[in-house]
């Protein structure tokens, strides 16, 4: 279907969002907002965007009658989560045009399948290497030296499905504690700091970056995100050309987040990448108040085949993820003058589970 | 139950919302962007509102076991139209708290009621008399003069439910075209220009006020509101002054909308209050990409019992309707660098409906 010419898609038209988190709830916002509906799929019947959608299923991502019945009622299907299944991917894209689409998917779900492609695209990141058995691990710890990280090739977010490879690090428990799962060896990144650039492409290759932003995270989750980074003008330049690569070699239709370490070499700023997000993606929220178009508007153009809005940004931001029991301070943000307080909508405070985040926009 | 001590509504609580036009449309997005949820009631089972909203009700607002379902459903209570009828009003005020509360919808429900209202605090309006017979018309038009208006006190907007009482008027055919309803009679004010102030009271009697708006009307129906006014420094403070007197004295919860003429006076600004509008309102629009809160966050913010957001403006802005067909161009005002498009979902064009807007945002 994705190869076919389409035309733009008309208000009232219905986008099919895969995953119900708070990226599909600020999706479906965004989208209503341009006079799209939005039909929500997700396994979970308590998902926050089901409040704002027109309609939602709850079915098993392999449940492919559940699945086509979701298609059959959208125009457009795009997804808010990397992990949809290739399959489940397969069979929307029979029916429907998927945004990104699955062969974006399917390259950016597996971090051995993304290295490997930005390895031959030329774009400079850590050394890896496939592990499989523990003959593998050993083998590429020979290679990669220690300290080094050991990653799941699937399913891994927020420090999930990783573990730290130190001189006295055991490799076979290592392997184990991932459920000896297919996996990646990475060499240890000594790391400056970490910026992102997420950026758009529309369906006729027009590409619009936000400016590079700046992430702090603690325990691996997201903190806070910075705008503009501290960066030089030549890497910050280099960062956005990296993500136009990227975006451009997968025939990119979407946002897309491109997480990067920054490292000093020789006093000189140098970007590597760590990892693709094919979606919206957390470290782009400060955009919602601080720029003139909203990461969620620009994916909701892209994907309907507009054109893309302006990144610009209108200030200095800063957003703050609110994870856990710093949502219940709702009150005190809410009374602070300017800043912009953003709530998900779940009902269970778990620890370090993203409640919301709060934009806050400085003068330039 | 509004005379209560109430606690600030928790996130996660649901708010009712009467109504679902735009209005509700966009007062439902923004409550769940700070973590509520709304149960819309509207008779109407093609409400722009449904798309965005938790649960909907399809049911006439004198179907008080239908009401009686919905209020029990929902924390608090608001509407999106002031015509919402006393008993339903009173039926909801009876088991939740609902704002703004049955007094104000009473006062701004009724043209005469809420002239009279104006009158004895002492705000400037034109002169007005109760018409409810060709006898009292004889006698109003024999005191006001010709030109002057003749409106239904209730169900009247964008200019319908009113006819010009011009030098050669049939008086009698003039009451039989408004069907000989209740109505009142309005001395022509022949105004400079209009302006309106869209302003927040919250619940411990905080108010906000949006800088003063300039509007153009065609054919009665709200064409451009531009901000700030034309208008004078002790007029602009003159009209934020009678918004917060008005506010006050109706012990006011939520969003006001205070339509305004500007006269000249000898060479001075002078205001005299048109009408007022007990909720958001369409002069307000602008507020969404160019204040620091938007009108719906706000008037959410007012009656979940939250402080009140800065009504700060970002620049210079201005909005202007889509009406019928041009809502057609959106291709175009999707790709005009910085304009923000806002469609409500209506499926139907009519000429003159309200089908969108558009945002746009200068440097001051």
């Known amino acids: ?3 076919t010419v389409l035309d733009a898609l008309r208000p009232g038209a219905v986008i099919g969002i895969v995953g119900g988190g708070q990226l599909g709830r600020m999706l479906s916002i965004a ?4 006079g799209f509906r ?5 396994p ?3 998902s926050p965007a089901f409040d704002v959608a027109y309609q939602h299923t709850v079915a098993a991502y392999d449940d492919y009658e559940a699945l086509l019945r979701f298609v059959a009622s959208v125009d457009v299907v795009t997804y808010e989560f990397e992990n949809v299944p290739h399959r489940a991917a397969q069979v929307i894209a029979n ?6 689409d699955a062969e974006a998917l399917a390259t950016t779900q597996d971090r051995y399948t993304e290295k490997s492609f930005l390895r031959d695209l030329g774009i400079p990141l850590a050394d890896f290497a496939r592990v499989d058995s523990i003959a593998d691990l050993e083998e590429a710890v020979a290679t990669l030296g220690r300290p080094s990280v050991l990653k799941t090739r699937r399913f891994g977010y927020d420090g999930k499905g990783q573990v730290m490879i130190r001189t006295e690090t055991d490799l076979t428990q290592a392997f184990q504690s991932l459920l000896q799962q297919p996996s990646v060896l990475e060499a240890f990144v000594p790391f400056e700091r970490e910026v992102s650039v997420v950026a758009a492409r529309s369906r006729g290759g027009q590409f619009a970056a936000f400016d590079v932003t700046e992430n702090r995270h603690e325990n691996h989750v997201l903190r806070t995100s910075t705008v503009p980074a501290n960066l030089s003008a030549s890497a910050s330049k280099e960062a956005l ?3 136009r690569k990227v975006a451009d070699a997968l025939n990119y239709v979407g946002v897309i987040g491109v997480e990067m370490f ?3 070499d020789g006093g000189k700023d140098r970007i590597l990448v760590n990892e693709l997000a094919p979606r919206v993606h957390n470290s782009g929220h400060w955009t919602q108040d601080c720029a003139v178009t909203s990461q ?3 994916h909701i153009r892209a994907i309907a085949g507009w054109p893309l809005g302006s990144p610009a940004r209108l200030g200095r931001a800063e957003m703050t993820n609110l994870l856990g029991e710093e949502a219940l301070d709702w009150r005190k943000i809410a009374a602070e003058p300017g800043a912009h307080l953003h709530l998900y909508g779940k009902a269970q405070v778990k620890r370090g589970r993203k409640m919301g985040h709060v934009n806050r926009l400085k003068p330039d």
Do not use: G, S
């Open 1 to 3: 279907m994705n190869d």
């Open 95 to 100: 029916e429907r045009p998927l945004f990104p």
């Open 38 to 42: 939005t039909h929500i799929y997700c």
């Open 262 to 264: 920054v490292v000093k």
């Open 241 to 243: 050309a990296i993500a």
């Open 296 to 298: 969620f508007e620009q």
């Open 44 to 46: 979970d019947a308590d």
């Open 31 to 34: 989208a209503a907002n341009l």
